[in-house]
Nanobody, 123 residues
Framework: QVQLVESGGGLVQSGGSLRLSCAAS????????IAWFRQAPGKEREFVAA????????NYADSTKGRFTMSRDNAKNTVYLQMNSLKSEDTAVYYC????????????????WGQGTQVTVSS
């Protein structure tokens, strides 16, 4: 099992930026994909972005493409989500997840989840 701990959430004005971090530990996860999902109040959890740990390839939701960038630091076992040009609709709890399917957008593909970090964008 992979353990995940998110950090970096907070309150930011519309148009601002935040960087989320997801620190991973536990079993070897170099073949895993790490994804970010988010859940806004009253809405279902949705896919944001994913990165394949081994090769660094990425996959983004249409709503975040061009504004969010996902990267990894192998030495720190940490994945990052750089969020720019934030909008009020980006307000949500952001979750980091790990799974073995390649860059999947489906929640069921991810077996390990962090506790989440709140991102609030004020207009």
């Amino acid at each position: 099992q992979v353990q995940l701990v998110e950090s970096g959430g907070g309150l930011v004005q519309s148009g601002g930026s935040l960087r989320l971090s997801c620190a991973a530990s536990g079993r070897t996860f170099t073949s895993y994909s790490i994804a970010w999902f988010r859940q806004a109040p009253g809405k279902e959890r949705e896919f944001v972005a994913a990165v394949n740990w081994n090769v660094g390839s990425t996959n983004y939701a249409d709503s975040t493409k061009g504004r969010f960038t996902m990267s990894r630091d192998n030495a720190k076992n940490t994945v990052y989500l750089q969020m720019n040009s934030l909008k009020s609709e980006d307000t949500a709890v952001y979750y980091c997840a790990a799974g073995q399917l390649y860059l999947s957008r489906q929640q069921r593909a991810y077996s390990s989840w962090g506790q989440g970090t709140q991102v609030t964008v004020s207009s």
